[in-house]
């Protein structure tokens, strides 16, 4: 349990930039794999455009659970759980995840001579928003 008066892990900027960089690298992810859908094949395209999706959803239930946080930081009675959540150590590994197979797909489209430039930002956008997803784990212990 985090110390008294610590914030809760959902309710910090931290987690807002992580939820912001999520949507940041879908939509860059999914204008890759549009471009690829047309240059490098059909379904290549779609994999990147489904990975995008992924990282998309994921984006918007970090921010709608970066909301509810601050929400109930003011609600006398809040509804939702603040600490020692199941899935409070599930949610970074579950963005490390998604963004290191963006990683790898950017890789493998850069090699392949597949708007390279654009995929090495978004291997950057990729590699940010693991380091982000990092940041907001809790420590050993509070899971």
């Known amino acids: 349990m985090p110390p008294l008066g610590a914030p809760p892990m959902y309710s910090t900027p931290a987690m807002l930039g992580l939820a912001l960089l999520s949507l940041l690298t879908a939509l860059w992810h999914f204008t890759l794999g549009a471009l690829d859908y047309a240059g490098a094949g059909r379904y290549q395209g779609l994999a990147l455009i489904l990975l995008a999706g992924w990282m998309l959803v994921y984006g918007v239930l970090t921010l709608i659970r970066y909301v509810e946080a601050l929400d109930a930081m003011t609600d006398p009675h809040p509804r939702t759980p603040m ?22 797909g950017d890789i493998a489209f850069a090699l392949a001579a597949q708007h390279p430039l654009w995929h090495g930002l978004g291997l950057l956008l990729a590699v940010l928003v693991a380091r982000q997803a990092l940041r907001i784990r809790p420590p050993r212990g509070e899971e």
């Open 83 to 104: 600490y020692d959540t199941p899935h409070q150590s599930r949610v970074p590994l579950i963005g490390v995840g998604l963004a290191g197979l963006l990683v790898a």
